[in-house]
């Protein structure tokens, strides 16, 4: 399954074969269909897996008891980044398979986890709203929208953000310490504020 997920991520879903995913996991083709049946079924499988990891995170943060509100935007925004930074190929895969815009399976796949993930960030802004500390009208799907594109366009720029913050290109680790922290921090405050927009704190 890594070395499917690496073949889709560098050649696309449609141009990846069955026999590229043996060869990169050097294993036999008809050990695939053994186990998968299909191209489609594998990568069903991977989102499958994906998903899962990802949705029991984000609910076992909404179920904390011990986590206020804000907290719980925090820790929304800080696993979705750690996500995707320990599922690059992931990452990559749905981000140039989006960019394509095709109907298909992937694409179902892709709908499909998203609206999971907007329906667990609706939980956490109710919970909010039922404490009084978050505006009534917010609009989920933007909201979530605005959390996704946040994240992928600091990936895509990485070259220049690298340029702009005097960071060697090769040194990832420094990407990720200086970059992705900033993203955190703007994040939650841009988030904090626009949640509470309109809400006396007196």
Known sequence: M????????EKGYSSASVRDIAQKADVNVAMISYYFGSKEKLLEALFRNHTANMKG???????????DPFEKVDLLIDTYIDVIVNNRNFHRLM??????????PLYQYIR????????????AI???????????HIDA??????????????????????????IKEN????????????????LKTMFKSFLTYGISNS
Not at 171 to 186: C, K, M, P, S, V
């Open 95 to 104: 981000v140039r398979e989006q960019a394509l815009s095709k109907d298909g």
């Open 126 to 136: 109710k919970s909010g709203q039922k404490m009084g500390i978050f505006q009534k």
């Open 2 to 9: 890594d070395s499917a997920l690496a073949v889709f991520a």
């Open 171 to 186: 040194d990832e680790d420094g990407f990720y310490a200086t970059i992705l922290q900033r993203l955190r921090n703007h």
């Open 141 to 166: 799907t933007m909201l979530s929208i605005t959390l996704v594109g946040s994240v992928n366009m600091t990936f895509l720029n990485y070259k220049f953000l690298c340029q702009e913050y005097k």
């Open 57 to 67: 995170k984000i609910e076992s943060i909404l179920q904390a008891k011990s986590a």
């Open 112 to 123: 499909d986890m998203k609206l999971r993930n907007k329906k667990l960030i609706e939980a």
